[in-house]
């Protein structure tokens, strides 16, 4: 609600993200996490993976006509003009 952008600590912090990795250890982090996947049974892995791909699916499909609709109601808004009128001239929008 704020539009500040945050770090990845930030991030981990605010429970976004399960854990924040230097550069250096992504790749070990990486593979030692691939291990674990893959000594768990195949079919519980695939199946966990169509179970989360099917909730994504469902949830998208189930917000898109109000994501329309919000969108909408803000592209219509004077205050859209307004932050569109402020973008334009490098000015802060004043919102009514």
């Known amino acids: 609600m704020t539009a500040w952008l945050i770090d990845a600590v930030e991030t ?10 230097p550069a250096g250890e992504l790749m070990p982090w990486a593979l030692e996490t691939a291990d674990r996947i893959t000594s768990n049974s195949p079919s519980s892995v695939q199946a966990v993976k169509r179970q989360v791909s099917a909730t994504i699916a469902e949830h998208v499909r189930a ?17 859209f003009q307004e932050g569109i009128a402020a973008l334009r001239s490098k000015s802060q929008p004043r919102y009514e």
Do not use: K, P
């Not at 981990?12 to 990795?21: D, G, M, W």
């Not at 898109?64 to 004077?78: I, M, T, Y």
């Open 63 to 79: 917000r898109e006509a109000l994501d329309q609709a919000l969108g909408d109601q803000v592209r219509a808004s004077a205050d």
């Open 12 to 21: 981990a912090r605010i429970r976004l993200v399960n854990r924040v990795v």
